[in-house]
């Protein structure tokens, strides 16, 4: 499991409407093949700022098989319609890091 994080920066005149075009593809998302979850978490302390947060099973259902889909399509189109700046992507997982404090 690999959990893909982008971080979100919206124009503050379309955020009321981004979050409703998320929701509208939202569902999309959590069919692909290979998602597992699909969060989206506003920041507390940046304004216009979004986490996106998705499990994947592993990363090529996110870098190979979804990206040439219609479904990322949309949700590309709908993420470059309200960013201010493309989205920071970053990938975590793929063996567990225990610390003890």
């Known amino acids: 499991m690999i959990y893909e994080h982008a971080d979100l920066r919206i124009n503050p005149d379309t955020e009321e409407k ?15 093949e290979g998602c597992h979850s699909v969060e989206l978490l506003v920041s507390v302390d940046s ?18 098989r979804f990206p040439g889909t219609s479904e990322a399509n949309e949700l590309r189109r709908v993420l470059m319609e309200h960013c201010v700046t493309p989205p920071q992507v970053l990938h975590f997982g793929g063996q567990d890091v225990s610390i003890s404090l």
């Open 18 to 32: 981004f979050v409703r075009d998320f929701s509208a593809v939202r569902k999309s998302l959590v069919e692909a």
């Open 47 to 64: 304004p216009n700022t979004y986490l996106l947060r998705v499990g994947w099973e592993n990363i090529e259902d996110h870098t190979v």
